[in-house]
């Protein structure tokens, strides 16, 4: 009996996020299954962690074996595939090989391959174009537009914000055109503590292997500061936050599909009407400059987000 459901994804944090409405919206379809997430292992624990799913690590369970003629599949990787109903592609163009490989292995399966780079012409958010391409499947379609619409309202609500929480600061991203300058984050820091604002500032792998050890120093000279060593300690770095602010990048879009109050930052090099993060807290602050963004117009819609007010002034977006 096949029970399996296999979701297979290589991308980067933000891009996995928008993924999970389909895996909670084909667990919801088959409850008596097991989805499983072939993702790297950092993203598979996070998945586990919050969506309740499986995973398998897709570096070290032989996985790559698919792209390969005449695939040898370790034992668990080909028993897992050999038991699964349901396959959910989201690298991109595997190409023929991959696909064919998989057919071979498992016949019986459904194979369906979401591409991640919606038309030139589409308006909509990310998740909304991944979600269309269920269409094939009406009941899985129908299921994760519930999912959407739940987590617009709701969030994932894991953990809760707390009022009384510190404001968790990430002042990096992987992409240095789609960051506020560093600078602006001290001063937003500085302006948040004169409030009497608790906060906390997190720095991933890129920033301490990029920035400057004067520069981190900074940041410890004025807030505490937590280096989480994965995902799932990011995760709990966010427990019991009162708002987040951040670039355009995975924290973000973590912080807002579990329903913390999150301040995104965006630039020219970032279209948030598609890119914003989901969750029924999550804010988009943009300008055509990111430097032309003030750090007392930051602080203003950070207020406003730690207290769920109204976005201040036309620079607000929801």
């Known amino acids: 009996m096949r029970r399996n459901i296999l979701i297979f994804h290589l991308g980067a944090l933000g891009d996995f996020i928008m993924t999970w409405p389909l895996a909670l919206a084909l667990a919801r379809l088959h409850p008596q299954s097991r989805v499983f997430y072939v993702t790297h292992g950092q993203k598979g ?7 309740r799913v499986e995973s398998m690590d897709v570096e070290t369970g032989g996985w790559q074996a698919l792209f390969a003629d005449g695939p040898d599949l370790p034992a668990p990787a080909a ?3 050999a038991g699964a109903h349901t396959v959910l592609n989201f690298l991109g163009d595997p190409g023929e090989r991959w696909a064919a490989n998989v057919k071979t ?12 780079n919606a038309p030139t012409d589409f308006a909509g958010h990310q998740t909304q174009h991944l979600a269309d391409q269920l269409a094939p499947w009406p009941a899985a379609h129908a299921a994760a537009q519930q999912i959407l619409h739940s987590i617009a309202q709701r969030g994932l609500v894991t953990p809760p914000a707390r009022a009384g929480g510190p404001i968790i600061i990430h002042p990096g991203g992987g992409s240095p055109l789609k960051c506020w300058p560093a600078p602006s984050y001290l001063d937003l820091i ?13 720095l991933g792998e890129v920033e301490l292997e990029r920035w400057p050890v004067e520069l981190i120093a900074k940041f410890r000279a004025i807030a505490e500061v937590q280096t989480p060593g ?3 300690d990011m995760l709990a770095a966010l427990s019991g936050a009162s708002a987040f602010v951040g670039n355009d990048s995975g924290p973000g879009h973590l912080a807002g ?7 995104s930052l965006f630039g020219p090099a970032s279209q948030p009407d598609r890119w914003k993060p989901l969750g029924p807290k999550a804010r988009v602050l943009r300008a055509d400059s990111l430097e032309s963004l003030t750090a007392s117009d930051v602080a203003c819609s950070t207020v406003a987000a730690a207290s769920h007010l109204p976005p201040p002034g036309p620079a607000g977006k929801g």
């Open 230 to 232: 994965n995902l799932v």
């Open 257 to 263: 599909i579990l329903g913390v109050p999150t301040l």
């Open 105 to 116: 292995l498992n016949p019986e399966a459904q194979v369906l391959s979401i591409s991640t």
């Open 45 to 51: 624990a996070l998945a586990e962690r919050v969506l």
């Open 190 to 202: 500085a302006r948040l503590r004169a409030e009497g604002r608790a906060v906390r500032v997190l």
């Open 79 to 81: 028993r897992a595939l």
